[in-house]
């Protein structure tokens, strides 16, 4: 890794950060470049220095030197953030983790597992899968790592059974920013005793620390799955079965909605068959070979009575991936609908009862703007994300703006919350006092003014100044 560039940095700072970490430190315009930004479209700013770290060691003494010289530190997991959280908007110094990647430890008895930052989600199951367990939150793509999945607070499709990393992430590891390197948690499945540090730091977005080690609970690969695709006349019919089946108690795995817009991009790019251009949901449930069929003759039952039809079953690996390979693929397949246009994702949550206010709003909202924006969501737990389709026009960014403003404001006004699962960063800041209020926002900020007094730790992101 040569170095091309001069930096901003304080003199001597790489000779020092060189000492222990060789030529893993690196001023090179094009890694530089590649930790510039995120899958997003907020505008990129290249670090000073990237540095690869390898042990929660060299992540605790590169901070103590950013300390002491009030440098900024942006960690940085897989680059996949929808919100500019990995854009280090002060320049300073990217830590990327990527490169921690082991499997710690697993116990089968009790069902844990202790990974290192960088490991990601698809790494983790490969090796967990002759064991019988599996590790069930999934994002969406296999790309992000578990350390980034902690910082955002993540979910996705298995949320509504399974929970998200606030209930899966069970201890941490974390570097703070002084070079400190504190344990939080542990493996018992509950504990009384002092803060909960490790809900503190899980969606905390690398502002109070970087997380090196994570404890997560795991669950066994269940007997039986069964999956299932249901389209409907109207998105208000669809939205109606979601909130029909999650009030009558169902256990469903996933439960996710995709309007028509999306339902035809989706159709397109994963050359899904048989399905037509109207709202649908995608189905899955996990269980004993009994209860699984009972799970999904109650659910197509309940769709049946909202003018649900066109019921395909897949309990086949093979076509039970295809089908959720294509929902994971949704947000390439809105920007294939419309090529040359950038992509903005919602990720407005509500209540379930307000679902049907908040979708048809939106789509109410949409069809003023005069953009493409198809709906999918995890709405099993009222979120759903927008795609708002971005024109390669002059007004283009900023009228996509607009409308996801408006389909924010919405959700709040229903007892929602700006994000349900891709976090703050940079681009849902704004939305942070009229959601939580001044003053719990007060405290927000004077936990981070304690933990990171010389403010180094990814700055700029969820606080406006």
């Known amino acids: 890794m040569s170095d091309t560039a001069t930096t901003r940095l304080p003199p001597g700072v790489i000779d020092a950060a060189r000492g222990f970490l060789g030529d893993r430190i690196t001023t090179n315009a094009g890694l530089r470049e590649h930790h510039s930004h995120g899958q997003d479209t907020q505008p990129p700013v290249m670090p000073d220095a990237v540095a690869f770290v390898e042990t929660t060691e060299e992540v605790g ?68 899968r002759d064991l019988g367990l599996f590790f069930a939150v999934d994002p969406g793509t296999s790309a992000c790592t578990i350390g980034g999945m902690c910082a955002t607070r993540a979910s996705g499709t298995n949320a509504v059974r399974y929970g998200t990393m606030r209930e899966n992430a069970m201890g941490l590891t974390v570097a703070l920013a002084d070079g400190r390197v504190i344990r939080t948690g542990g493996r018992v499945r509950k504990s009384a005793t002092g803060y909960d540090l490790t809900r503190l730091f899980v969606g905390s977005e690398g502002t109070l620390g970087v997380i090196t080690e994570i404890q997560l609970r795991l669950h066994g690969i269940p007997e039986a799955m069964s999956s299932a695709t249901c389209q409907f006349p109207t998105l208000r019919d669809a939205v109606e079965t979601v909130i029909a089946i999650m009030q009558t108690g169902i256990p469903v795995a996933r439960m996710e909605l995709l309007d028509e817009v999306q339902m035809e991009a989706c159709i397109a790019y994963s050359k899904l068959e048989g399905l037509e251009r109207l709202p649908g949901l995608f189905f899955e449930f996990h269980g004993t070979a009994a209860s699984v069929k009972e799970q999904a003759q109650q659910a197509e039952e309940i769709a049946r009575g909202f003018d649900g039809s066109g019921f395909r079953w897949a309990t086949d690996t093979a076509e039970r991936n295809r089908l959720w390979q294509a929902r994971h693929d949704a947000l390439w397949a809105c920007l294939a609908l419309k090529p040359g246009h950038k992509g903005i994702a919602t990720d407005a949550i509500v209540p379930i009862s307000r679902l049907n206010e908040a979708i048809l709003g939106a789509k109410e909202d949409i069809a003023a703007s005069g953009l493409t924006a198809p709906i999918v969501g995890h709405v099993g737990d009222g979120n759903f994300h927008t795609v708002i389709l971005v024109p390669p026009e002059p007004d283009g960014l900023a009228r996509a703006w607009e409308l996801d403003k408006k389909i924010v404001a919405r959700a709040l006004d229903l007892g929602g919350s700006c994000s349900g699962e891709h976090g703050v960063g940079i681009g849902k800041r704004e939305f942070l006092e009229r959601e939580h209020g001044p003053d719990a926002l007060a405290v927000m900020y004077s936990v981070k003014q304690a933990l990171d007094p010389r403010g180094i730790m990814n700055p700029g992101k969820i606080f406006l100044n």
Request: proline share 6%; with cysteine.
């Open 61 to 128: 003494k590169l901070l103590a030197l950013c300390h002491a010289e009030r440098v900024p530190v942006v960690p940085w997991g897989a680059g996949t953030s929808l919100e500019g959280h990995v854009t280090p908007v002060r320049g300073g110094i990217t830590l990327d983790l990527s490169r921690m990647t082991r499997v710690l430890d697993v116990s089968q008895p009790d069902m844990d597992c202790r990974v290192e930052a960088g490991v990601t989600r698809d790494q983790l199951n490969s090796h967990l």
